[in-house]
């Protein structure tokens, strides 16, 4: 192998000394009682079991998130296993808690949910794949209900539900646009009611939401059985409640509620557990996870899907809201390639120097930056180092930052991670974050009116002049009201790429207004729900997806997964 040759991720998890999970639980003050082993290198932790110190306080939570990014991401969940690598290098007890990655943006496009180089969580390529089976539990647990919902109809309709206004779809954690609309029932009688159906990707149902924000087992069968699927031909809401199988449902759900534990190639123990999109769902590991890492540490590194606009702002007024999870401190992650798309440059000449564009698509950070203080919070500007950053570019960006008052660092944690100092500087300025003055709020509070709720985010966080809303969402607004949904948070579904919601307008449009075509109430998992422009709860594949590369060798390794 040439000296030059750069690792692919792959390679250099595979080469990685990888210690046994026991070990790795005993670091983090996790009890054998209370561990569930998954081969030599994955557990589950029963959080029940878990043996705490009364005088232990909870430890403080350090969000990652990051400006609007490329389609190939900005490398958050990098940045967030490199910086807890530092932070225990510096001596702080540090865990991590992450999303767990979907099937289908690894088969795709954007990748996995690991991390890379040499900041990443292992075993990577199972955690990539099917890892513990929380997914699939997640998955069978929707598609039960909707063939229970289904099966309801045909043994004679008792709840009178109307197949034409149901609001709950099956699921596959797949890209696959063709099952974005399907008609089921059809070949006659026997064979099903006959309806207009379709499939969201998994990591968009409620039920991957209501396992994310559940507290505990009983909290997971209470919001399971308020879950909404539809409507009746009176238009009243049915539950799943009222068909009496959240018990069912939670029994599918028992053992995948429980968090996973991995570990980062420096030893760092990682919670790995849920997996919601940022721009469909609310973006967010389980609230199971980041509490029992706050039990066992004195600070969790944990992040949120997308930019600031999308996953930290749902983080602030989503899960923040339901236990004592606010951070402490928030790092934006930033990168010269995403302020040169930002700034105008086509993504195939990302790589060529360019400070104007750099300068042009600085705005953008900005932005984020300043949405970020408007929660209570000064964040960290993390500078994401590329092989392809000139020295020049590098300097600007730090540049700017000081002028703007915020602090920053380049951390070079794919290279120089995994215990490395890659990261050391972006550690100090986050541990000195962690211990200044803050003074954490919601954006909005829950007693305003749904619209108003809506119009405060699109013009605070977006910097939209006002909102439009469709005619069915209006239809779907009176509904809210009228069944007493209207305290509920909203968890915003738009493109990632653009603070508007048109994936095309970068930077950090001005005068523009945001378009929302659909309001769906989540009841169990406690939120609703705004689709905006053309955003999909069911992705498609690209061109040339990543799965034409992948394959697996003799002895059955994968080979090709990034």
């Known amino acids: 192998m040439s000296e030059n040759k750069v690792l692919s991720d792959l390679e250099i998890a595979r080469n990685a000394a990888i210690l046994p999970i026991e070990v790795i639980a005993e670091r983090a003050g996790i009890t054998v009682g209370a561990l569930e082993l998954y081969g030599p290198h994955k557990a589950k932790i029963?959080?029940?079991?878990?043996?705490?110190?009364?005088?232990?306080?909870?430890?403080?939570?350090?969000?990652?998130?990051?400006?609007?990014?490329?389609?190939?991401?900005?490398?958050?969940?990098?940045?967030?296993?490199?910086?807890?690598?530092?932070?225990?290098?510096?001596?702080?007890?540090?865990?991590?808690?992450?999303?767990?990655p979907s099937l289908g943006p690894i088969l795709g496009m954007k990748g996995g949910a690991t991390g890379g180089g040499y900041s990443q969580v292992l075993p990577m390529d199972d955690i990539n794949l099917h890892f513990t089976g929380d997914f699939h539990a997640v998955t069978s647990a929707n598609n039960a209900l909707m063939a229970l919902v289904d099966n309801h109809i045909f043994q004679g309709n008792q709840l009178g539900i109307d197949p034409r206004r149901m609001t709950f779809k099956r699921v596959l954690d797949m890209n696959d646009r063709s099952l974005r609309e399907v008609i089921i029932g059809l070949g006659g009688p026997t064979q099903?009611?006959?309806?207009?159906?379709?499939?969201?990707?998994?990591?968009?149902s409620e039920i991957m939401a209501v396992f994310c924000l559940a507290t505990d087992l009983d909290d997971l069968r209470s919001r399971l059985g308020r879950i909404t699927f539809g409507y009746t031909h009176d238009r009243a809401p049915v539950t799943v409640a009222d068909l009496g199988v959240e018990g069912a449902l939670t029994m599918l759900l028992k053992d995948a509620i429980k968090p996973n534990l991995v570990q980062t190639i420096a030893g760092t123990p990682a919670l790995v557990h849920g997996g919601p999109f940022a721009n469909i769902a609310h973006g967010c590991n389980s609230l199971i996870a980041t509490r029992t890492a706050m039990q066992l540490a004195d600070v969790v590194v944990t992040e949120a899907g997308f930019g600031a606009d999308l996953g930290a702002e749902k983080y602030m007024d989503i899960k923040a809201r339901i236990a004592e999870v606010a951070p402490s401190a928030v790092v934006v992650v930033a990168t010269i390639r995403a302020l040169k798309m930002q700034g105008g440059v086509p993504k195939e000449q990302l790589s060529e120097p360019n400070v104007d564009a750099v300068a042009a698509g600085v705005e953008n950070l900005k932005r984020h930056v300043g949405n970020v203080a408007k929660f209570g919070i000064s964040p960290v500007v993390s500078i994401n180092k590329f092989a392809t950053d000139t020295p020049e570019e590098l300097e600007w960006l730090l540049a700017w930052c000081a002028a703007e008052g915020v602090e920053a660092a380049v951390a070079d944690v794919w290279g120089r991670g995994g215990g490395g100092d890659g990261g050391d500087e972006l550690a100090a300025k986050v541990a000195a974050a962690l211990d200044?003055?803050?003074?954490?709020?919601?954006?909005?509070?829950?007693?305003?009116?749904?619209?108003?709720?809506?119009?405060?985010?699109?013009?605070?966080?977006?910097?939209?002049?006002?909102?439009?809303?469709?005619?069915?969402?209006?239809?779907?607004?009176?509904?809210?009201?009228?069944?007493?949904?209207?305290?509920?948070?909203?968890?915003?579904?738009?493109?990632?790429?653009?603070?508007t919601d048109d994936a095309s307008r970068l930077g950090a449009p001005k005068g523009f207004r945001v378009h929302v075509r659909e309001l769906i109430p989540k009841t169990g998992a406690g939120f609703i729900v705004a689709l905006t422009g053309a955003v999909m709860t069911m992705p498609g594949l690209p061109k040339e997806p990543a799965a034409m590369r992948m394959d697996v060798d003799a002895d059955g390794n994968p080979t090709g997964l990034f």
């Not at 900005?74 to 007890?93: C, I, P």
């Not at 968890?491 to 990632?496: D, P, V």
């Open 192 to 204: 099903g009611v006959p309806r207009q159906d379709g499939f969201d990707i998994t990591v968009a």
């Open 436 to 499: 200044a003055p803050s003074d954490f709020h919601h954006l909005y509070a829950l007693d305003l009116p749904v619209e108003d709720k809506i119009r405060t985010i699109v013009q605070e966080i977006y910097g939209a002049d006002g909102v439009e809303f469709s005619v069915p969402a209006l239809k779907r607004l009176a509904e809210i009201e009228k069944n007493g949904w209207t305290d509920l948070p909203i968890c915003m579904a738009k493109t990632q790429y653009s603070f």
């Open 46 to 100: 029963n959080p029940a079991k878990l043996v705490i110190p009364p005088n232990k306080a909870p430890g403080k939570v350090v969000l990652v998130s990051a400006m609007s990014p490329t389609p190939a991401g900005e490398g958050k969940s990098t940045t967030t296993v490199g910086l807890a690598d530092s932070l225990a290098r510096a001596g702080h007890k540090v865990m991590i808690a992450l999303r767990e």
